[in-house]
């Protein structure tokens, strides 16, 4: 049964996590048309980003939320993360 609501998604068990990031349409690879001077705001977006990927990851993974519930709790995590007070 969870192979046959997979399939409708295309998606399978077992999937590699490059293929899930194809499936997402993820590429954290810099393609060549990007230019190579970045600021720090930019940088800093990025390592954003990639947290929530890999927070929302998690947990479809391993708390098996859906997809789409799992985005929607890494994004709630990463705006509390980002407005936390620095305590250095």
Partial sequence: MIEKILGKYALRLGMTNN?????????FQR???HSNISTQQ???????EKRRYEIAKE????????AYN???????????????????
């Fill in 19 to 27: 293929e899930l990031d194809e499936y997402a349409g993820i590429d």
């Fill in 31 to 33: 393609t060549e048309t």
């Fill in 42 to 48: 930019d940088t800093e977006a990025d390592m954003w």
């Fill in 59 to 66: 947990f479809f993974v391993h708390q098996h939320l859906s």
């Fill in 70 to 88: 799992a985005v929607t709790e890494a994004d709630s995590l990463i705006k509390y993360l980002k407005n936390m007070p620095n305590t250095n």
